[in-house]
C-alpha cells in the first residue's frame, strides 16, 4: 500500500492506494472544466476506474485546485507516486497490505 500528498501551484492532490485484489475506486473533487486541451476530464475518472478494476487495485484519490490542468496533472504525479511507494520492496515483506503482489 502507498499513499502520498502533492500540492501543485494552487493545487493539492492525495493518492492512496493497495493492491488488494478487491478493486475500488473513490474520487474526491470537481474539475471546473469539462476539457483540459482535447482531453475530456471525465476520461480522467474513466482512466482510473478501469485501472482500479483491470488491476485489482483500490484508489482513493482527491483533488482541490482552480485549474483543472493543474488538477489533472497534479492527480496523476500524485498516483504515481502513491504506486511507486505501494510496490517498492522493504526486504522479504510484501508491500500489499493483503500479500497479493
Known amino acids: 500500500h502507498g499513499g502520498i500528498v502533492l500540492p501543485m501551484d494552487e493545487t493539492l492532490a492525495r493518492a492512496a492506494l493497495d493492491f488488494s485484489g478487491r478493486p475500488y475506486f473513490v474520487f ?3 474539475f471546473p472544466r469539462e476539457k483540459v486541451g482535447d482531453l475530456p476530464t ?3 475518472l ?4 478501469s485501472l482500479c478494476e ?3 487495485l483500490n ?4 483533488v482541490r485546485g482552480d485549474n483543472a490542468h493543474h488538477m ?4 496523476f504525479k500524485a498516483f504515481a507516486r502513491a504506486l511507486r511507494q505501494a ?3 522493504d526486504g522479504r515483506e510484501l508491500p500489499s497490505t493483503k500479500g497479493t503482489l
Open 28 to 30: 474526491d473533487g470537481v
Open 42 to 44: 471525465e476520461l480522467v
Open 46 to 49: 474513466h482512466f482510473f476506474r
Open 54 to 56: 483491470t488491476s485489482g
Open 59 to 62: 484508489l482513493n484519490l482527491s
Open 72 to 75: 489533472v496533472e497534479a492527480s
Open 87 to 89: 510496490i517498492r520492496r
